[in-house]
């Protein structure tokens, strides 16, 4: 069966499925020698050789591989940066065949969770919406709570033309106004936990990344260490977003 380009390249570790439609839309990205127009679709069978950026990449499968990686204040989650500050994937091991791909972002100021994995379709279906899949945090909040203010989070909140809100709000410890909660969600918007606290007038502190799905921040787990996925949790993983690992083993 035919498949989106940008799906196909993906699965392949050549990025993520938005950053390689990004690249046929500038007209960087040839298959046959000839260039990829955006929504084109292919049989893997008929892709003989693929140049991005005037440059032949050759289609070979890595391993599939996901990362935990125990993300620091102060990194930033772009590959590339002008002002040449650290990145999280200045922290990757190499790959010979394939590239990282983030499983969303965490701003310079949140720390916790990030997932990497070198298999597009599953990056893909962690970050889409219509998957569901929670993502925990743990906050912390300067102010006074009020249970109004509660039942606004979890009820929802327009922000940016669309409807947010917390799956969530547990609290955990804390005196005054200096407050701990545990808090999820289901989507992965840019600075979508800050803006929801600041909606209420409520200022966010402290942020880090618990859990992502099935995956959870191990304890163990020092600020600034990775951790490889076994197979078999990687074949849980994949479940979860309802792939079958084993028919993408070459």
């Known amino acids: 069966m035919k498949e989106r380009i940008q799906k196909i ?22 298959i046959n020698k000839k260039l990829v127009q955006p929504g084109e679709l292919f049989l893997k069978k008929e892709i ?16 599939i591989k996901i990362i935990l990686y125990h993300k620091p204040i102060g990194e930033i989650c772009t590959k590339n940066d002008p002002l040449n500050r650290t990145t999280v994937f200045n922290k990757l091991p190499k790959l010979i065949n394939s590239n990282w791909i983030s499983v969303g972002r965490l701003d310079i100021n949140t720390s916790g969770l990030l997932l990497f994995t070198n298999f597009g379709e599953l990056a893909y279906r962690l970050m889409h919406p219509s998957y569901n899949i ?17 039942f606004t989070l979890k009820k929802g909140i327009k922000i940016n033309n669309s409807i947010s809100k917390f799956h969530d709000i547990i609290y955990m410890y ?6 701990w909660f ?10 979508e936990i800050r803006l929801l606290w600041k909606y209420v007038g409520i200022l966010v502190s402290r942020l880090i990344r618990i859990s992502y799905g099935i995956i959870k921040l191990p304890q163990s787990l020092k600020t600034g260490n990775l951790l490889k996925l076994n197979s078999q949790y990687i074949k849980n993983v994949f479940y979860s977003v309802n792939l079958y690992y084993n028919k993408y083993i070459y």
């Not at 804390?174 to 407050?179: F, L, R, S, Y």
Request: proline residues 1%; contains cysteine.
């Open 174 to 179: 804390g005196k005054n106004k200096n407050k």
């Open 9 to 30: 390249l993906s699965n392949y570790g050549l990025g993520s499925r938005r950053n390689i439609e990004k690249k046929i839309c500038q007209g960087l990205i040839k």
């Open 134 to 150: 929670k993502r925990e945090y743990l906050v912390r909040v300067f102010g006074i709570i009020s249970k109004k203010m509660i």
């Open 182 to 191: 545990k808090v999820s969600l289901f989507q992965g918007k840019n600075k």
């Open 48 to 63: 003989q050789c693929v140049y991005v950026d005037k440059k032949k990449i050759p289609l070979k499968q890595d391993t």
